[in-house]
């Protein structure tokens, strides 16, 4: 049975001999828990019809920009958000020297430009096209935007030639792209606190802050689609229920620090995606205050710090933080990440143009000891399945050195 979660991969198939091995790729994308939509270039349709592609990977296959009953379905721009990879393969000379130039004159090459997913190449050619100091250059300005190369593999061509320029084999690109080190959520613990909490100031009025609880309801869904048994402790939201194993709702730093404190010893991750209030009214008033006074002043008391509480714990859980700054991002979610001994820190740098507080968008600087790794802006969604990922790829690694 296959158990991994799903990762949306669009498979960009150009035109060459390689696009049989194309067809097998999808079986194996699907065997690691892929699901794959396929969009072909025309000169791949001379290789191999739709109808193969659309069998093996059970989705209608698209080859037009312009073909009004696709686009009254998913349109070119659905497709290019939904996806979370996309994957040319094979990506001919052809192909290459388009993306390089930013061309896009067919649906694969404007799906290209419309994507913010992670891009993945494997070039098939002749390898004396591979060779070509204009491949090279495009090769080169491709990887500087981010784009990664997968092969190509040396030895005998279709063309008789021998050299570099054989596509890579479907189990070695789905590898790639998939690694099985996501594998270690599999039935995983996990406790997430998200949204605000609110700090009674009276029955009618609180202290609360703009957290809208989207990162955290789409980080306990991606952990949970990571195959974790996860628990949302949660602040008051506008959002439905995250589809995980429990919601648990909550309304003040204090009611959150009890749940969570009630429950961290029995979870294996602990991640910190709440905006807790740090100070508290002393005393609520039980009635409503009145405005007979010109100034009114607030007696504050610091609130339980939950996450730092929970990282000091025997045997803590892996424990994630996050960090919301609005300046020295990085120097205050490294002395965060060092000073509450935690295992990682999301740095996010909040009330600019970069996303964080109720925007759909949001960019991360994720560190722990030893490294870090930057997740651009994109949509909240799609930021959450990338976190989860390196989530489970930094659990497991402790766990890898732990036994
Ligand atoms: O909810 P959204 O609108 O989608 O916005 C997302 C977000 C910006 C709220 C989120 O991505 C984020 O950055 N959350 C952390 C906000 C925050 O309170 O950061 P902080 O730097 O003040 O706190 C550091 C860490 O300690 C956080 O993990 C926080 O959950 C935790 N903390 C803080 C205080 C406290 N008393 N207890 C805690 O556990």
């Known amino acids: 049975?296959?158990?991994?979660?799903?990762?949306?991969?669009?498979?960009?198939?150009?035109?060459?001999?390689?696009?049989?091995?194309?067809?097998?790729?999808?079986?194996?994308?699907?065997?690691?828990?892929?699901?794959?939509?396929?969009?072909?270039?025309?000169?791949?349709?001379?290789?191999?019809?739709?109808?193969?592609?659309?069998?093996?990977?059970?989705?209608?296959?698209?080859?037009?920009?312009?073909?009004?009953?696709?686009?009254?379905?998913?349109?070119?721009?659905?497709?290019?958000?939904?996806?979370?990879?996309?994957?040319?393969a094979p990506a001919t000379a052809n192909l290459m020297a388009r993306l390089a130039a930013g061309i896009a004159n067919d649906l694969l090459t404007t799906l290209a430009l419309a994507s913010e997913a992670q891009l993945y190449l494997a070039p098939a050619m002749n390898q004396a096209m591979w060779r070509h100091p204009a491949t090279q250059a495009n090769l080169a300005t491709l990887r500087a935007r981010g784009a990664r190369i997968l092969g190509p593999a040396e030895g005998g061509q279709a063309c008789g030639d021998v050299g570099p320029g054989r596509m890579l084999e479907p189990l070695e690109i789905a590898a790639a792209l998939r690694p099985r080190v996501q594998q270690h959520l599999a039935g995983a613990r996990v406790l997430i606190t998200a949204g605000p909490t609110r700090e009674a100031l009276d029955p009618v009025r609180f202290l609360g802050n703009r957290s809208s609880g989207r990162m955290g309801y789409a980080l306990a869904e991606a952990l949970a689609e990571l195959g974790a048994e996860v628990v949302l402790v949660s602040g008051p939201t506008a959002l439905p229920a995250p589809r995980v194993a429990e919601?648990?709702?909550?309304?003040?730093?204090?009611?959150?620090?009890?749940?969570?404190?009630?429950?961290?010893?029995?979870?294996?991750?602990?991640?910190?995606?709440?905006?807790?209030?740090?100070?508290?009214?002393?005393?609520?008033?039980?009635?409503?205050?009145?405005?007979?006074?010109?100034?009114?002043?607030?007696?504050?008391?610091?609130?339980?710090?939950?996450?730092?509480?929970?990282?000091?714990?025997?045997?803590?859980?892996?424990?994630?933080?996050?960090?919301?700054?609005?300046?020295?991002?990085?120097?205050?979610?490294?002395?965060?990440?060092?000073?509450?001994?935690?295992?990682?820190?999301?740095?996010?740098?909040?009330?600019?143009?970069?996303?964080?507080?109720?925007?759909?968008?949001?960019?991360?600087?994720?560190?722990?000891?030893?490294?870090?790794?930057?997740?651009?802006?994109?949509n909240k969604a799609r930021l959450a399945r990338e976190l989860a990922a390196l989530i489970a790829e930094r659990y497991g690694a402790r766990h890898a050195a732990s036994t």
């Open 1 to 88: 049975m296959n158990d991994q979660p799903i990762l949306r991969v669009l498979l960009g198939v150009g035109g060459g001999i390689s696009v049989y091995k194309s067809v097998d790729l999808v079986r194996r994308l699907a065997e690691r828990g892929c699901e794959v939509r396929v969009v072909m270039t025309q000169a791949a349709t001379a290789f191999v019809t739709p109808l193969t592609f659309q069998a093996v990977s059970g989705h209608s296959v698209r080859t037009d920009l312009l073909d009004p009953a696709a686009e009254a379905g998913m349109d070119h721009i659905e497709l290019a958000r939904w996806a979370d990879r996309l994957l040319i």
């Open 247 to 378: 919601v648990i709702q909550i309304e003040s730093a204090l009611q959150m620090h009890a749940v969570v404190m009630e429950r961290a010893r029995r979870c294996d991750l602990f991640v910190a995606t709440a905006a807790v209030a740090d100070y508290r009214p002393v005393a609520p008033a039980e009635r409503k205050l009145k405005k007979d006074t010109e100034k009114l002043k607030l007696d504050l008391i610091r609130n339980p710090d939950i996450l730092a509480e929970v990282a000091a714990l025997h045997s803590a859980p892996f424990t994630v933080g996050f960090a919301a700054e609005t300046d020295r991002v990085l120097e205050y979610a490294q002395s965060k990440l060092t000073n509450k001994r935690l295992d990682m820190i999301a740095a996010n740098h909040v009330g600019s143009e970069r996303g964080g507080f109720e925007r759909p968008d949001n960019a991360l600087t994720v560190l722990w000891n030893g490294g870090s790794h930057e997740l651009p802006l994109m």
